[in-house]
Nanobody, 116 residues
Framework: VQLVESGGGLVQPGGSLRLSCAASGFPFSRYYMSWYRQTPGKERESVAAISGNGGITTYADSVKGRFTISRDNAKNTVYLQMNSLKPEDTAVYYC??????????WGQGTQVTVSL
């Protein structure tokens, strides 16, 4: 299994970013995909998840209404559209397929920094 995140960067508060995660090595369309984030000294937290066919999405309360998770099964890619970004959204963002066994190794993540 390989997970490659991209799309992070530096953005001002209120701005937007779209993250991408290219996955390979497992039957992508059959599995939930999730986005996580981690800041130094804190545990990694799940921020959004999407079912295999995209019909079910869930969000952490902290991002609900601002972030949108989507997927393109033809491209084996999951996205995270982040709007109205806040400084507290600053983190390294990762994707994973939490129900794949064994649990896939984490990718390198993509840094999102929200600052003036």
């Amino acid at each position: 299994v390989q997970l490659v995140e991209s799309g992070g960067g530096l953005v001002q508060p209120g701005g937007s970013l779209r993250l991408s995660c290219a996955a390979s090595g497992f039957p992508f369309s059959r599995y939930y995909m999730s986005w996580y984030r981690q800041t130094p000294g804190k545990e990694r937290e799940s921020v959004a998840a999407i079912s295999g066919n995209g019909g079910i999405t869930t969000y952490a309360d902290s991002v609900k209404g601002r972030f949108t998770i989507s997927r393109d099964n033809a491209k084996n890619t999951v996205y995270l559209q982040m709007n109205s970004l806040k400084p507290e959204d600053t983190a390294v963002y990762y994707c994973n397929a939490p129900h794949v066994q064994p649990f896939p190794s984490w990718g390198q993540g993509t840094q999102v920094t929200v600052s003036l």
